[in-house]
T-cell receptor, first 115, second 113 residues
Framework: GDSVTQMEGPVTLSEEAFLTINCTYTATGYPSLFWYVQYPGEGLQLLLKATKADDKGSNKGFEATYRKETTSFHLEKGSVQVSDSAVYFCALRPNSGGGADGLTFGKGTHLIIQP | GAGVSQSPRYKVTKRGQDVALRCDPISGHVSLYWYRQALGQGPEFLTYFNYEAQQDKSGLPNDRFSAERPEGSISTLTIQRTEQRDSAMYRC???????????FGPGTRLTVL
């Protein structure tokens, strides 16, 4: 079945550091890929997405590129802020052609940014 | 506009009791999804609906779990004869028909004593 693997946390960085959170997936066909974020005390929010190979999703300074050859969708940000502290989830949605489908999530990566 | 709402936000129950969790999707959203999230894990898909039709219930862990959406709007996830292992955050999401983006509610934290 489909699966998503992302790097274990917590990841602790200093403010203005460069961020990479690795995500790889296993799926048949060409899934859509997502990063969701959960800030402390809040629900899941979509951060960015990409629906086909070589697409780049971006939002709030975060970027991720859909790499089919390496089945990866790594999340990056050039300069993190304390307010980026949250749990980040990589997810996929299969493109089965049958309409909407449930998402498969990774376990989440807890990011801690220190001032 | 209003987002996805869920009630109750917190539910504590005793083992063996039945519980009903409610989800009210974003107005106009055709698809509705239920997920379960254990502590320290990502959400795990349970089931989803298009309108009132349940399209996929392959993620429901056993026959104590059921869901309905009788009028194609509000949905109820029911867990019968609860067990301690059912303790988790239950999340609901909704989307436009066939859309990639799912919008999540705040979740219901279920604790089974």
């Amino acid at each position: 079945g489909d699966s998503v693997t992302q790097m274990e946390g917590p990841v602790t960085l200093s403010e203005e550091a460069f961020l990479t959170i690795n995500c790889t997936y296993t799926a048949t066909g060409y899934p859509s890929l997502f990063w969701y974020v959960q800030y402390p005390g809040e629900g899941l929010q979509l951060l960015l997405k990409a629906t086909k190979a070589d697409d780049k999703g971006s939002n709030k300074g975060f970027e991720a590129t859909y790499r089919k050859e390496t089945t990866s969708f790594h999340l990056e940000k050039g300069s993190v802020q304390v307010s980026d502290s949250a749990v980040y989830f990589c997810a996929l949605r299969p493109n089965s052609g049958g309409g909407a489908d449930g998402l498969t999530f990774g376990k989440g990566t807890h990011l801690i940014i220190q001032p | 506009g209003a987002g996805v709402s869920q009630s109750p936000r917190y539910k504590v129950t005793k083992r063996g009791q039945d519980v009903a969790l409610r989800c009210d999707p974003i107005s106009g959203h055709v698809s509705l999804y239920w997920y379960r999230q254990a502590l320290g894990q990502g959400p795990e898909f349970l089931t989803y609906f298009n309108y009132e039709a349940q399209q996929d219930k392959s993620g429901l862990p056993n026959d104590r779990f059921s869901a309905e959406r009788p009028e194609g709007s509000i949905s109820t996830l029911t867990i019968q004869r609860t067990e301690q292992r059912d303790s988790a955050m239950y999340r609901c999401a909704s989307s436009l028909a066939g859309a990639d983006t799912q919008y999540f509610g705040p979740g219901t934290r279920l604790t089974v004593l």
